[in-house]
């Protein structure tokens, strides 16, 4: 069974720091590509960064290029999202998410339950 | 960017219901589009990809059809547990947007 569970979220300052993991199991980790998706309180969803399971490719949105990074560890079957200069428009639910399919598929299909990160003074 | 609009951003409905919900992209994404469902407090859920391929699991009520630019969900026989918000996300070219969704509620 796939089970991706975030952690590190928390409240933070703005312009403050935050890294968020996610821990995946039940799945060959290295074989997928993965991506970070949020929602603030009562909003939509927004896609805001991709990794390639092969190669590393990275993408961004453009809200957050710039200011975070993501990351993974195959040899810990992890995924991180580095979060700099964070702004309260940063307050949301972060998601992990798993690719449908091996390889370059930029198809979301199963997410984790979230972890909340509030930036806040 | 491609930006992708839905309507109506309300349905209000009743159990038994046939009920289709819109999702445009501002150009043209082929059949690149997937439809999530999501409930309070939970994660997404995914239910069609390539625009009309239903998810292994999902319900056969659930349909998906269009191209290009114009794409529509179909639930056939509404449902008790399709009281949900419902999301279109294309996956054609980065960033991979995301409809404001739609809310399908108790009429």
């Known amino acids: 069974e796939v089970q991706l569970v975030e952690s590190g979220g928390g409240l933070v300052q703005p312009g403050g720091s935050l890294r968020l993991s996610c821990a995946a199991s039940?799945?060959?980790?290295?074989?997928?590509?993965m991506n970070w998706v949020r929602q603030a309180s009562g909003k939509g969803l927004e896609w805001i960064s991709y990794?390639?399971?092969?190669?590393?490719?990275?993408y961004y949105a453009d809200s957050v290029k710039g200011r975070f990074t993501i990351s993974r560890d195959d040899a810990k079957n992890s995924l991180f999202l580095q979060m700099n200069s964070l702004r309260d428009e940063d307050t949301a639910v972060y998601y992990c998410?798993?690719?449908?399919?091996?390889?370059?598929?930029?198809?979301?299909?199963?997410w984790g339950q979230g972890t909340l990160v509030t930036v806040s003074s | 960017d491609i930006q992708m609009t839905q309507s109506p951003s309300t349905l209000s409905a009743s159990v038994g219901d046939r009920v289709t919900i819109t999702c445009r992209a501002s150009q043209s994404i082929t059949n690149w589009l997937a439809w999530f469902q999501q409930k309070p407090g939970k994660a997404p859920k995914l239910l069609i990809h390539?625009?009309?391929t239903l998810e292994s699991g999902v319900p056969s009520r659930f349909s998906g059809g269009g191209s290009a630019t114009e794409f529509t969900l179909t639930i056939g026989s509404l449902q008790p547990d399709d009281f949900a918000t419902y999301y279109c996300q294309q996956y054609s070219n980065y960033p991979f947007t995301f409809g404001p969704g739609t809310k399908v509620d108790v009429e």
């Open positions: 390539t625009a009309s």
């Open positions: 990794i390639s399971g092969s190669t590393s490719a990275t």
């Open positions: 998410a798993r690719a449908a399919v091996t390889g370059a598929s930029w198809l979301v299909a199963y």
């Open positions: 039940g799945f060959t980790f290295s074989a997928y590509s």
